[in-house]
């Protein structure tokens, strides 16, 4: 998990728009964009959540069909999607005060990632 908030203000304040939609796309299929309350606890609460919902060692036919043994990794990207929107208003995000932009990467192996963030507004 990967706090991505600064970079993605900083996108917004350097786009000189003042109020419109900020969305945070990731390319691939086993990462996701969420936010959560990025600190130590959640942290671990967070994959311990996940293995409850799409356990590593259940038998998925991804990996039968692929052996590459990453099936789970395609289950949970799927539940929290590729992709988040985000207000901002006055150049600002509208994040709550706890609320964080996290990239997620449950692959079962290092990948190399790209992350495209659109604004739209005026």
């Not at 419109?20 to 990731?26: D, E, L, P, R, S």
């Not at 293995?51 to 038998?59: F, G, K, N, S, W």
Request: glycine share 10%.
């Amino acid at each position: 998990m990967i706090d991505i908030t600064h970079e993605v203000e900083d996108t917004v304040n350097k786009s000189g728009l003042k109020t419109g939609i900020c969305t945070v796309f990731c390319t691939g299929s086993t990462g996701s964009i969420t936010t959560i309350e990025y600190e130590g606890g959640l942290l671990e609460d967070f994959p311990v959540a996940m293995e409850r919902l799409a356990p590593t060692d259940a038998v998925y036919e991804h990996h039968l069909r692929w052996h590459d043994g990453n099936g789970h990794s395609h289950v949970r990207a799927s539940i929290l999607g590729p992709s988040l929107t985000v207000p901002f208003v006055n150049g600002k995000l509208t994040l709550g005060t706890w609320q964080q932009i996290t990239f997620i990467d449950f692959d079962n192996r290092p990948r190399s990632r790209r992350l495209e963030v659109v604004l739209i507004g005026e």
